[in-house]
């Protein structure tokens, strides 16, 4: 599995990590030689999958349930990690929810959920890290194109929770750039996972919105975080990097 060794002696933290692009960027942390904790909040069986695929191929993974909409039980997740893996260089806050439905049917609650998922766990993990994180770390957030591109109607909370990535990013890079942590927002476009669903309605549109015509593969988010999480990466801090096909173009 170990495709580098870029990574070796790291240890990983991927909040959100038990499917879709968290679950490939798992893989490709610890097929660099990281160690890697991730969390989720439903999917255990699958969790456990993906431990044991990660360990059947020569890595380090350990899985943790930890709802993103609880601030104590993200803060837990992280401490543990440090505890069972020996130290904490990398966090990748990936735990995302799509609710997407015109402003008239948009509710309150689902201003919450969002913002408590998409945007309230990116700041609390990346608080509890800076707490515990080597100098010289990376903090790599998981927003998306729609921070800049709405194409359907629909979009208004989700949108606007990944436009908050974008300036939580730089707010976080200058407060911890002293420290030499890094910390980028990695915008995908339309990636084929359970968000996506390749299901008629919507996917013609989508593929056509893009520039090469297709949906990413998670492991082509994945390969960028790598990159970003590695030594090569060390003067690129504040940045949205957008990963999209063309979609923004
Ligand atoms: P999936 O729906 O395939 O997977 C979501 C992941 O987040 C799962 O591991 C899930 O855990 C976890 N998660 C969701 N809610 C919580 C929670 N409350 N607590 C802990 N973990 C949680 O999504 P994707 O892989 O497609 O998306 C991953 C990220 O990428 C999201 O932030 C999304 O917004 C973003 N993105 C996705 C795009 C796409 O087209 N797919 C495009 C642009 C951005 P569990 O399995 O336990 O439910």
């Known amino acids: 599995m170990k495709s580098s060794n870029n ?17 490939a960027i798992v893989k490709r942390l610890a097929s660099e030689g990281a160690a890697v904790a991730f969390t989720y909040v439903s999917s255990e069986a699958q969790s456990q999958l993906l431990v044991d695929e990660v360990i059947a191929q020569g890595g380090k993974a350990i899985a943790i349930k930890a709802d993103s909409t609880e601030p104590e039980a993200i803060r837990r997740a992280i401490r543990e990690t440090k505890a069972h893996l020996g130290g904490l260089d990398i966090v990748v806050n990936n735990a995302g929810i799509l609710i997407w439905d015109s402003i008239e049917n948009l509710t309150l609650e689902d201003w919450e959920r969002i913002v408590n998922t998409n945007v309230r766990s990116v700041f609390v993990a990346s608080q509890e890290a800076a707490l515990h994180m080597n100098d010289g770390g990376r903090i790599i957030n998981i927003g998306s194109t729609n921070a800049e591109r709405i194409p359907f109607v629909g979009g208004a909370i989700y949108g606007m929770s990944k436009s908050a990535l974008v300036g939580l990013a730089k707010g976080l890079a200058r407060d911890l750039g002293p420290r030499a942590i890094t910390v980028n927002n990695i915008q995908p476009g339309p990636v084929d996972t359970d968000m996506n669903p390749d299901n ?42 957008m990963i999209d096909g063309g979609f923004s173009a």
């Open 7 to 23: 990574l070796q002696g790291k240890v990983a933290f991927v909040q959100g990590g038990s499917r879709g692009i968290g679950a």
């Open 200 to 241: 008629g309605d919507s996917s013609e549109p989508i593929k056509a919105i893009g520039v090469l015509g297709r949906y990413g593969k998670a492991e082509e988010i994945a390969s960028f975080v790598a990159f970003i999480a590695g030594p090569e990466a060390g003067y690129i801090t504040g940045a949205s990097l």
